[in-house]
């Protein structure tokens, strides 16, 4: 393992929600969503750092009209039974209803070797059990099963998203009644809004590790921890532990605000485990802070506990220009 392991950041500014996935052929690819929310960019470097000054490829733009027409967020890129798949959510209008908006979860397939070049096919929408508010779809295999984790909003339960979980029949269909993982309870859930979101899956020491974001998209955003055996039955709630606690907050001594929504990848030498994230370089922000562009992702080592579990400690400060 790096014990030296060190990166500028923030690496890519103005990029939230980011995803970095390193692949087979030794290329890590990022996409992530971009300010204007608009369209879905992917590129790839063979090292972290190269991915900062990597020329994005525009693989997909927003409908004018239509249920893909508005605020394209959180993509991510997985590769799958030999093909490539990018899940998002978008909306039908930039518009709220009682707060919340109408996005819906979508899933793009390539079957080129080089994502950043093939042709994406629309695979249509990921249908759930309810027509609502969903969106932030993550995909993981254990066992031999594939499995879907994403946030939505049950009619029946108040607040913003849960998170759910359910078996995959194939990258872009889910089998089965979905299973409700977590829902925000504690008080570093709830803060300006009712939210759990952006799960990220790592597996390791016998363990499936899902984080999460919690709470309003400003400095009060956070990241909690849901952990199981990795021999457990994975649909079952009772399999999965909850943090009590946020794993990852604001440092005001940093200068990292509201961080969040992330995804895990591994560093050059294959071995170590690195977090990725967006945050803030400031706390005050002005208007809604889903407008704010300024959340930029930021990559550093993930450690780990003795008893097996993930040590996530603090956002680093941003790079000192030297």
Known sequence: MITSYKLR?????????????????????????????DRLEIRRSETIEGLASAEPAV?????????????IWAPE?????????IYFAAAKTTETVEGLFDHRMFVLECDAENPLEGEWIEKGQLKTDWESFSLDATSFEHNGTQYLVW???????PGNSNLYIAAM????????????????????EVIGFLVNEGAAVIKKNGKIFISYSASATDHHYCMGLLSA????????????TKSPVPVFVTSEENG???PGHNSFTVAEDGVTDLLVFHARSYKEIVGDPLYDPNRHTRVQVLEWNADGTPSFGVPLPDTKEE
């Open 256 to 258: 990292q605000y509201g």
């Open 59 to 71: 693989v997909w733009r927003k409908y004018d009209t239509g249920p893909m027409s508005a605020n």
């Open 9 to 37: 950041n923030p690496l890519i500014e103005q990029r939230a929600d980011p995803w970095i996935y390193k692949h087979t052929d030794g290329f890590y690819y990022f996409t992530a969503s971009v300010p204007e929310y």
């Open 151 to 157: 946030a939505q909003r049950d009619p029946e339960i």
């Open 169 to 188: 029949s194939n990258p872009w269909t889910i089998i089965g009644p979905q299973v409700m993982l977590t829902k925000p309870e504690y008080d570093w």
């Open 77 to 85: 890129i997985h590769y799958v039974q030999g093909k490539w798949y």
């Open 229 to 240: 055996s990795e021999t457990a039955d994975l649909l079952d709630p009772a399999s999965w």
